[in-house]
């Protein structure tokens, strides 16, 4: 951290990680409109989910792990999020789908029921791959992408049993003669195949040509529907055949099949199913998100097609024009006083806080003074069983977090990259020296690990260096043989890879701060709660650059407060003129962080800023504003971080004597937690470690004990409203009505 006086700079480390967790404004600003169910779309909604793990042992594709989970993971969405029947959902899982299954299935359960103005969902998890078209569209290309079907075991190179994309579109094109409200979303990739980093990849090795089976289905397809090949190969230059088209990745990307935690799925099925059902907005906006959301776990950029000549990009997802309340699960079965409850709503930062101990609620909205409470008892994937107090339960209802657990035993999970050889066993002893840190070694050559995996200990390998610059176009890559870290999807940690040559325990020993960094910043993050608390609570970061108008580039905010009924109550820097949310700080402009206190009563702050290697660095409060002028008095330190209620509080403000600027270009993000009592401990530990210094200053090597005393405190205020003292030692809970942890996410960019 560079002191400079009276200019106090935040550095913040390139990488293509980018932002983690980029504003979800629009996800908070659409979800204030979702405060009661309103009536079902009296349209026959149908779906045909299909998703394949079990392929053939061949050398064409490997197995994969999270597809079937992908059509759990939609079947639940659509039944209890948009209405849709369970008979009127048809699944083919591994062996059922196969090319056959497949096809039958679309024209039975698909084209044959459908009615004029009924709503379709076709889901597709599995390998794609690509085949030569002996009619393509596209001079510069002569192929076309395809899916595998189940019983596909031909050799790569040959002649495959792959549905073309040009059958898919046929059958669209029939189903749009019935309804042109479809929706088609295809998890897979349609390029080579195999692993990056701990991601298996989506994408079988490419066949030579497609069968002759396969384009006679196609000429019988163009006699039922009366289309030359001439009128055929004009249709498919417009565009998408009905409806909307949504891919998870471009034609030439890999989509990952990625591993949450304890479960699999596929990064994009997973992140557009837990974004819906908290927000029904339209196709763009949801695609938009997904785009932002997805940056940290995959180089993949999801992509969207609509039937030409209309505006299905701004009409709602899945044709379902019904707000409903935002929730993040449903109960599934009820048996006395115990419920299983699908958790399909948490968001996947924050799924480690969602085992034993957390708490849901009906949604708000739909609940009385006194609501039952389920209590989590366990979770596996995304099913959780729990206790139900105080209060009855019933099928199908939904519920929103009343408080979640963070475990105190919580270890980040470095895995141990075969490139490191003998020495991964020197690195196994010297992580576990470290508190709360796991080493967990790989089961193969193929880089996959039994457990969870946060990060991956690895030597720069020569193949690394080719993946990182054909996958993510990386520049400075590190030096081959030096020792770093990369992320599960195969990306460097900034600022983690030493020299050539490092030998493994002088890594360690370089590499520990940054491990202890990381820690913390998992730690504290599993406290975010912006989408679910109850506080009403707004904050904002803005420009203030030269003589250029002051500029709002990212913001976050409560949307479930009861104190924002609508978004300017909420929103802050309303009046700071128009919005542009770029998300981008130009290098060596001065920002400004805003925060509104929407409550009746005041709130005490704490405020850190976070760069993607995992340093931490102190916002509010520091020297400038309390910690040089308090003393030991606690009611002084806590009033100093006290914001009165219905106030605003910018950090500078006017008459302060620093500005906040960053002199590097990367990511950074800021977290702002809020609570209805002050977090006492964790002053008294950053008034001891601001003795002597002056300014802003990092935490270093005691992160993870200054993170670990705010989430204490935050315990400690969060139990007096939950009444509960018990198995405080296993974990600690955040109550969504005592504490707001909100995050902005921004990119600093060349002036």
Same mark, same amino acid.
């Given at each position: 951290?560079?002191?400079?006086?009276?200019?106090?700079?935040?550095?913040?480390?390139?990488?293509?990680?980018?932002?983690?967790?980029?504003?979800?404004?629009?996800?908070?600003?659409?979800?204030?409109?979702?405060?009661?169910?309103?009536?079902?779309?009296?349209?026959?909604?149908?779906?045909?989910?299909?998703?394949?793990? /079990?392929?053939?042992?061949?050398?064409?594709?490997? /197995?994969?792990?999270?597809?079937?989970?992908?059509?759990?993971?939609?079947?639940?969405?659509?039944?209890?999020?948009?209405?849709?029947?369970?008979?009127?959902?048809?699944?083919?899982?591994?062996?059922?789908?196969?090319?056959?299954? *497949?096809?039958?299935?679309?024209?039975?359960?698909?084209?044959?029921?459908?009615?004029?103005?009924?709503?379709?969902?076709?889901?597709?998890?599995?390998?794609?791959?690509?085949?030569?078209?002996?009619?393509?569209?596209?001079?510069?290309?002569?192929?076309?992408?395809?899916? &595998?079907?189940?019983?596909?075991?031909?050799?790569?190179?040959?002649?495959?049993?792959?549905?073309?994309?040009?059958?898919?579109?046929?059958?669209?094109?029939?189903?749009?003669?019935?309804?042109?409200?479809?929706?088609?979303?295809?998890?897979?990739?349609?390029?080579?195949?195999?692993?990056? $980093?701990?991601?298996?990849?989506?994408?079988?090795?490419?066949? $030579?040509?497609?069968?002759?089976?396969?384009?006679?289905?196609?000429?019988?397809?163009?006699?039922?529907?009366?289309?030359?090949?001439?009128?055929?190969?004009?249709?498919?230059?417009?565009?998408?055949?009905?409806?909307?088209?949504?891919?998870?990745?471009?034609?030439?990307?890999?989509?990952?099949?990625?591993?949450?935690?304890?479960?699999?799925?596929?990064?994009?099925?997973?992140?557009?199913?837990?974004?819906?059902?908290?927000?029904?907005?339209? &196709?763009?906006?949801?695609?938009?998100?997904?785009?932002?959301?997805?940056?940290?776990?995959?180089?993949?950029?999801?992509?969207?097609?609509?039937?030409?000549?209309?505006?299905?990009?701004?009409?709602?997802?899945?044709?379902?024009?019904?707000?409903?309340?935002?929730?993040?699960?449903?109960?599934?079965?009820?048996?006395?006083?115990?419920?299983?409850?699908?958790?399909?709503?948490?968001?996947?930062?924050?799924?480690?806080?969602? !085992?034993?101990?957390?708490?849901?609620?009906?949604?708000?909205?739909?609940?009385?003074?006194?609501?039952?409470?389920?209590?989590?008892?366990?979770?596996?994937?995304?099913?959780?069983?729990?206790?139900?107090?105080? @209060?009855?339960?019933?099928?199908?209802?939904?519920?929103?977090?009343?408080?979640?657990?963070?475990?105190?035993?919580?270890?980040?999970?470095?895995?141990?990259?075969? #490139?490191?050889?003998?020495?991964?066993?020197?690195?196994?002893?010297?992580?576990?020296?470290?508190?709360?840190?796991?080493?967990?070694?790989?089961?193969?050559?193929?880089?996959?690990?039994?457990? =969870?995996?946060?990060?991956?200990?690895?030597?720069?390998?020569?193949?690394?260096?080719?993946?990182?610059?054909?996958?993510? @176009?990386?520049?400075?890559?590190?030096?081959?043989?030096?020792?770093?870290?990369? #992320?599960?999807?195969?990306?460097?940690?900034?600022?983690?890879?030493?020299?050539? !040559?490092?030998?493994?325990?002088?890594?360690?020993?370089?590499?520990?701060?940054?491990?202890?960094?990381?820690?913390?910043?998992?730690?504290?993050?599993?406290?975010?709660?912006?989408?679910?608390?109850?506080?009403?609570?707004?904050?904002?970061?803005?420009?203030?650059?030269?003589?250029?108008? *002051?500029?709002?580039?990212?913001?976050?905010?409560?949307?479930?407060? #009861?104190?924002?009924?609508?978004?300017?109550?909420?929103?802050?820097?309303?009046?700071?003129?128009?919005?542009?949310?770029?998300?981008?700080?130009?290098?060596?402009?001065?920002?400004?962080?805003?925060?509104?206190?929407?409550?009746?009563?005041?709130?005490?702050?704490?405020?850190?800023?976070?760069?993607?290697?995992?340093?931490?660095?102190?916002?509010?409060?520091?020297?400038?504003?309390?910690?040089?002028?308090?003393?030991?008095?606690?009611?002084?330190?806590?009033?100093?971080?006290?914001?009165?209620?219905?106030?605003?509080?910018?950090?500078?403000?006017?008459?302060?004597?620093? &500005?906040?600027?960053?002199?590097?270009?990367?990511?950074?993000?800021?977290?702002?937690?809020? #609570?209805?009592?002050?977090?006492?401990?964790?002053?008294?530990?950053?008034?001891?470690?601001?003795?002597?210094?002056? @300014?802003?200053?990092?935490?270093?090597?005691?992160?993870?004990?200054?993170?670990?005393?705010?989430?204490?405190?935050?315990?400690?205020?969060?139990?007096?409203?939950?009444?509960?003292?018990?198995?405080?030692?296993?974990?600690?809970?955040?109550?969504?009505? =005592?504490?707001?942890?909100?995050?902005?996410?921004?990119?600093?960019?060349?002036?």
């Amino acid at each position: 951290m560079s002191k400079v006086k009276r200019r106090q700079f935040l550095q913040f480390a390139g990488s293509a990680l980018a932002t983690i967790g980029l504003s979800q404004l629009e996800l908070q600003r659409q979800g204030l409109r979702y405060r009661q169910v309103l009536a079902q779309n009296p349209s026959r909604k149908l779906a045909l989910l299909v998703g394949i793990n /079990r392929y053939p042992e061949s050398n064409r594709f490997g /197995r994969l792990r999270g597809c079937v989970q992908d059509v759990e993971l939609q079947k639940n969405l659509l039944i209890h999020r948009f209405g849709f029947n369970k008979n009127d959902i048809k699944t083919l899982t591994d062996a059922q789908a196969s090319r056959k299954g *497949i096809l039958e299935a679309f024209e039975q359960h698909l084209i044959a029921q459908a009615q004029p103005g009924d709503v379709v969902v076709f889901h597709f998890s599995g390998h794609g791959s690509f085949v030569t078209d002996p009619s393509p569209i596209d001079p510069n290309s002569p192929f076309n992408s395809t899916f &595998v079907p189940a019983d596909d075991a031909s050799p790569a190179g040959g002649v495959v049993k792959d549905i073309m994309g040009q059958t898919l579109f046929l059958l669209l094109y029939a189903l749009r003669q019935k309804t042109e409200n479809v929706t088609v979303v295809l998890d897979s990739c349609h390029s080579g195949g195999g692993t990056r $980093g701990e991601i298996l990849v989506r994408a079988g090795e490419p066949g $030579g040509s497609a069968s002759p089976e396969e384009f006679e289905y196609q000429k019988q397809w163009l006699t039922r529907l009366n289309l030359t090949k001439e009128q055929f190969q004009a249709e498919r230059r417009k565009g998408a055949a009905a409806g909307v088209v949504i891919a998870s990745a471009k034609s030439d990307q890999q989509a990952a099949d990625y591993r949450f935690g304890d479960f699999n799925a596929g990064a994009f099925t997973y992140l557009l199913t837990q974004y819906l059902w908290q927000e029904t907005s339209n &196709v763009e906006s949801a695609i938009a998100s997904i785009k932002n959301r997805i940056r940290p776990l995959s180089v993949q950029i999801p992509q969207y097609d609509v039937q030409p000549g209309s505006n299905n990009k701004n009409k709602p997802i899945y044709f379902q024009d019904q707000p409903i309340p935002p929730a993040e699960a449903v109960v599934l079965n009820v048996q006395g006083n115990e419920a299983t409850i699908w958790m399909g709503g948490i968001e996947q930062n924050s799924l480690d806080a969602f !085992g034993e101990g957390a708490i849901l609620t009906p949604v708000i909205g739909t609940r009385g003074a006194n609501p039952t409470q389920f209590e989590l008892t366990s979770r596996q994937g995304l099913i959780a069983t729990a206790t139900i107090k105080q @209060g009855s339960a019933q099928q199908g209802q939904l519920l929103q977090e009343f408080a979640r657990a963070i475990p105190t035993d919580w270890k980040l999970g470095i895995g141990l990259d075969p #490139s490191l050889g003998s020495d991964a066993t020197t690195a196994a002893r010297e992580l576990q020296q470290l508190n709360r840190t796991e080493a967990i070694a790989s089961q193969s050559a193929r880089q996959t690990y039994a457990d =969870k995996v946060h990060y991956i200990l690895s030597r720069m390998s020569a193949a690394y260096r080719r993946q990182l610059q054909e996958y993510g @176009g990386a520049t400075n890559i590190p030096a081959e043989g030096s020792i770093g870290l990369f #992320s599960p999807a195969l990306e460097v940690i900034p600022q983690s890879f030493g020299a050539a !040559g490092e030998g493994i325990e002088a890594a360690m020993e370089r590499l520990s701060p940054t491990l202890r960094g990381l820690l913390a910043t998992r730690i504290i993050k599993l406290t975010l709660n912006a989408q679910s608390s109850q506080l009403g609570v707004g904050a904002s970061i803005s420009v203030l650059w030269r003589n250029r108008p *002051i500029t709002l580039i990212g913001q976050s905010f409560t949307p479930r407060s #009861s104190n924002c009924d609508v978004p300017k109550d909420c929103e802050p820097g309303v009046s700071r003129g128009e919005k542009t949310l770029s998300q981008e700080i130009p290098l060596g402009a001065p920002f400004q962080l805003e925060i509104v206190n929407n409550e009746q009563e005041a709130l005490y702050l704490g405020i850190l800023a976070i760069d993607t290697s995992g340093e931490i660095t102190v916002l509010f409060p520091n020297h400038f504003h309390e910690l040089a002028a308090i003393s030991d008095d606690e009611i002084k330190e806590s009033e100093a971080t006290r914001i009165e209620a219905n106030s605003t509080r910018l950090i500078p403000n006017a008459n302060d004597d620093f &500005v906040l600027a960053s002199e590097e270009l990367g990511a950074g993000e800021i977290l702002v937690i809020a #609570s209805q009592e002050p977090m006492v401990e964790a002053l008294k530990r950053l008034r001891g470690l601001s003795r002597g210094r002056k @300014g802003l200053f990092s935490l270093g090597e005691r992160s993870a004990d200054v993170m670990n005393q705010f989430i204490s405190d935050i315990d400690t205020i969060s139990r007096g409203t939950l009444g509960v003292k018990s198995r405080e030692e296993y974990y600690k809970q955040v109550s969504t009505a =005592k504490i707001a942890a909100l995050s902005i996410s921004f990119a600093v960019v060349p002036d």
